[in-house]
């Protein structure tokens, strides 16, 4: 397999979730900030240009975060990644999903490009601002289902590799974390799978 991945983007949680199976597998670097995604070497592989970007080892590609760390889950199933009983298998994802379509998308995508949101720079504060309320508000949320839990589905599940990401990004921009999901990041930290991907990454938590 070769994952297709940006050092700190949101390709770090398939990243992590990849050092966790342990199978062998390809990183390669794409340079967002050069554009490198828009360039027809990455666009023949992934015309979203998008990270995170997966080639399995059929050639055949896939993309999306859910979709990736579902496929991985479900293909490596002695690492109990993603719960068998249709309950626990719901409820991880729709923590996973939470995560990246709401606090990725809605949050942090408000913090990262404001003009996607509003044409007129003198609007990109307030935009700013509206996704930070919306990452703060989410967090609350969160804490709540990690009362009396290490992880979001009580045992480590892909949901958390999603979480770790934006837990990162939030560290990054100075946004505090309460108290029950700053113990999950520090939680997150401390596993081997994450410890090695940073230093691959070449980041600093």
Known sequence: M???????????????????????????????AARKHFEPEFTSINPKSKVPTLVRDDGSVLTEFPAIATWLARTNA??????????????????????????????FSRLFRPANFAPSES??????GR????????FAIIDEKLKG????????SIADCA???????????KIPLPANVAAHFERMKARPAVQKTLQAEGLAA
């Open 2 to 32: 070769k994952l297709y991945y940006s050092p700190g983007a949101c390709s770090i949680g398939i990243h992590v979730l990849l050092n966790e199976i342990g199978k062998p597998f390809e990183a390669a670097r794409v340079d967002l």
């Open 78 to 107: 002695d690492k109990k990644l993603l719960a068998d009983d249709p309950e626990g298998m719901a409820r991880t994802l729709e923590m996973l999903d939470y995560v990246v379509a709401t606090i990725h998308m809605q949050g």
């Open 123 to 128: 609007d990109h504060d307030a935009v700013k």
């Open 131 to 138: 996704g930070r309320e919306m990452i703060e508000k989410a």
């Open 149 to 156: 839990k290490d992880y979001l589905s009580g045992a480590f």
């Open 163 to 173: 979480l770790f990401y934006v837990e990162l990004w939030a560290s990054r921009f």
